[in-house]
């Protein structure tokens, strides 16, 4: 008995769990509620009822099917609600002008014609791209009431006042949904667009630190196994969020361009833009989850080679984290970025993996060839230290170490070096057996952190583009600093 | 005058393109027009009017709403509407069963207050995932209808005959929906998904071929600009078309999971399988987009270079096209794919790819030391064609030609071996002019295409598995040849 007890416990958790996730659900459970209660008075209270009688139905029906989540939303279905309805009326009225002069049978020919035409018609209107996106539910209502009235004007004589009062009922209807969804808590979808932009900006730049963080972390000191998850989790949640996002960005931005102005600054807000956004982002992703497959290759530069160049590279990550931070700060506040926002700390970081790479050609020569390239590479550092920019002090005792590494490394037998994940593939092709260079993947790796900054480019020229026509306030400096 | 006249021929012109692309739109169309006509029938005719009377307008609404293009979302939303109006209709009996034993005043407050708890919790309800995904439809079903019965009970003594009439009539309207969608040309959504699933295979085939093909195109003749841009555009849309199924895909599955089996080989259908098989192939699709990425960078390994490794390249990505196209046909006639679908070809070809680049490791040394490396590649170079497995013959010349090319860009000023597409993009990165190993950014092209390998490999076993809880056709031979 306690056991079952304990069920509708567990779901009143839930439940509560569901709405605690986003307060606005409660409140527009609330609302929908209210409107329901209110347009039901018009039923109940007997003076409105003698104004309306028993076409209140269609108020009840209105608030049931146009009140939605967010007010953008709520007025599309209301605005195509009242076309539909409209213009069907007016057809209606139309063949009901034709119809009348003729006796029984043909009307009633006349009457299933027609609606089997304009069924075929508004069926096959709804199959356009752009009447499928913006008049979907305007073209199913006008469908609904040219049904409704023209065979009802079959049986009743007069169906002008049927359609008169039908349009003013849904008009009340239509009304109080509206009313519901702008003045009382209105959710907004272009804040919604909005705000998701912003953490779209915050779960990349939180991927790509954690993923090259992830990546040149001691293997060997798995200190921490939840640790480690955690981090694996958030890089995934970061991107996935952005590589996900195309249907639920063009909702939202659909509804959006319904939403009156709710910025004084120009004209019409770019939402498309702001799709646009979405896009370049996807792409900027697409590198992001490439990274991440770095991260999850069976093909693995060892760790002592990767360490060697885990500074530059964790430098020009946490310069592109900066960077996508302070765009989703100046985007949240309606501020524009800073002219400079690609810093040069960005390129200085860039011209250090470049040093770096530079600085260890014999990464690039198979590890059986270590005596030759050793003597080589010693020889091409002290020339290129003269040349490269910087000298980093991380880099100074790197062919030591190196050349102990190397020798670590001979000792152990040869399996071991080829990584142990093997056995997680069951196919015949062992690739990892394959005797690629070892640092090919870590090029790999570094090719794509370059490009991630080339997309983040084009990233930045998107925002601006976005920043430029939705007036956003000029950049200040204090804004910079904090 | 001519030019107005011309409008509806061009509009006319529209909607048959439209129709054109999928002739299955004209005939829902015309479907939905013949059941909107039957469905009038009840209403015009007279001894059918005699049976369902005023309420065959419910009839009318319910064909509207419930037939769509698809058979499987036709019943899950003819069930939703069905189940939603039982369970309204006998919740609103015991209300009504309750306020009819009280006076009028208290019966307005009892409806109206069970009219806004309803409400608020039906809205509530939708929020829930589960909810949400499959029974969103129903859930608003009930609310309407809940009200309706309701409300109309307050004015209304008998609600009884109200609500049976009701019933009859949707599921009248139900039962023409579901006759004209399943009987008559049924759209299967699993058949959509099935198809949807093998064309996502060969554009993925397509597009790696394509993206192999375009990285090695001779970039100096630049015979066909036509040419290259659809090689570039079907490059794009074959991946593109993967990366952005996940909502067509789910929901195409949901749909599909309402439908009954249309297969005699086992009892449910493994439609989330697809939905999986979906998720891999864009995980597989990933890689492609970056290593289209890599064809559009800012930084690229001179043609020269490239040229080296085209036929390994171009090999390991026939190969794998070659893989994904069989899959395709394998899925398409529901036949196993063979055991040895991963073909020796493949590792064959992986293995040549690894022995090119293990020949020519200068070329990971910044063009500035090239004659040092070119005296140390001989000395390797000799050493390794012992050892490599192959020594493929377009090799055998490669030192002298390499060398030669050397020489030819010596002779060029450096600004044109930098790349000339920096114009393009206007910051002040110029990250182009970085000296980043030549071979880098081939480095990384090369990683991506062992790393698409793996991913194929996990993609075949997904595509095992779908065969296997599918209980598609054995394999058999002369498949394999055909």
New interface residues.
């Given amino acids: 008995v306690k056991e079952i007890s304990r069920i509708p416990a567990s779901w009143g958790a839930?439940?509560w769990s569901?709405?605690k996730e986003d307060q606005r659900?409660?409140i527009?459970?609330?609302k929908?509620?209210?409107?329901?209660?209110l347009v039901?008075?018009l039923?109940?209270?007997e003076p409105l009822?003698k104004g309306v009688g028993k076409n209140?139905?269609w108020a009840?029906?209105t608030v049931?099917?146009v009140l939605e989540f967010t007010a953008g939303a709520t007025i599309c279905k209301g605005l195509n609600r009242g076309f539909g309805t409209v213009m069907a009326a007016s057809l209606a009225f139309i063949i009901e002008l034709v119809a009348v002069r003729s006796g029984k049978i043909f009307r009633?020919v006349f009457?299933?014609?027609s609606?089997?035409?304009i069924?075929?018609?508004a069926?096959?209107l709804r199959?356009?791209p752009s009447i499928k996106k913006n008049y979907d539910y305007g073209v199913?209502i006008f469908?609904?009431t040219f049904?409704?009235i023209t065979?009802?004007s079959?049986?009743q004589d007069d169906v002008l006042p049927l359609a008169r009062d039908r349009l003013s009922t849904i008009a009340i209807g239509c009304a109080i949904c509206l009313f519901m969804s702008l003045f009382v808590l209105p959710n907004w979808s272009g804040e919604d667009l909005h705000s998701c932009t912003v953490r779209k900006f915050e779960g990349l730049a939180r991927s790509v630190e954690a993923c090259v963080d992830e990546y040149f972390r001691d293997q060997d000191k798995d200190d921490n196994i939840l640790d480690k998850q955690a981090s694996r989790a958030s890089i995934h949640t970061g991107y996935r969020a952005v590589?996900?996002s195309?249907?639920s960005d063009e909702n939202l931005a659909h509804y959006a361009s319904w939403e009156p102005r709710h910025s004084m600054h120009c004209y019409s807000y770019p939402w498309q833009k702001y799709v646009k956004l979405g896009s370049v982002l996807r792409h900027f992703a697409?590198?992001v989850?490439?990274l991440h497959?770095?991260l999850e290759?069976?093909?693995q530069t060892p760790t002592s080679v990767r360490s060697l160049f885990r500074n530059p590279c964790t430098r020009v990550a946490r310069e592109v984290a900066k960077v996508l931070q302070e765009l989703a700060v100046s985007i949240r506040n309606h501020h524009r970025c800073a002219p400079d926002v690609?810093s040069d700390h960005?390129?200085e970081a860039?011209?250090d993996l470049?040093s770096a790479?530079?600085a260890q050609?014999r990464?690039?020569?198979?590890a059986k060839?270590g005596s030759?390239n050793s003597r080589?590479l010693m020889?091409?550092n002290s020339s290129k230290h003269t040349t490269s920019r910087t000298t980093l002090p991380s880099f100074k005792t790197d062919t030591a170490s190196l050349l102990e590494r190397k020798n670590m490394k001979a000792d152990q037998p040869p399996e071991r070096n080829e990584r142990g994940t093997l056995g997680r593939?069951?196919?015949?092709?062992a690739?990892t057996s394959?005797?690629?260079?070892e640092?090919?993947?870590f090029?790999?790796f570094?090719?794509?952190l370059?490009?991630m900054?080339?997309?983040l480019?084009?990233v930045?020229?998107e925002v601006k583009d976005l920043e430029r026509s939705a007036n956003f306030k000029e950049f200040m400096e204090y804004d910079h600093l904090t």
Wanted: net charge neutral.
């Fill in positions: 839930y439940a569901i709405g659900r409660g527009h459970a609330l929908v509620g209210t409107a329901l209660t039901s008075l039923y109940i209270l009822f209140a139905m009840v029906i049931v099917v009633g009457i299933g014609s609606v089997f035409l069924g075929f018609a069926t096959y199959f356009f199913v469908l609904l049904n409704l065979v009802s079959f049986r590589l996900d195309k249907s697409y590198t989850a490439a497959g770095c290759s069976e093909i690609l960005l390129h860039l011209q470049n790479i530079r050609p990464l690039f020569l198979g060839h030759t080589m020889e091409l593939t069951l196919s015949k092709i690739i394959l005797e690629f260079s640092a090919l993947p090029a790999a570094a090719s794509l370059v490009e900054v080339v997309r480019e084009l930045i020229e």
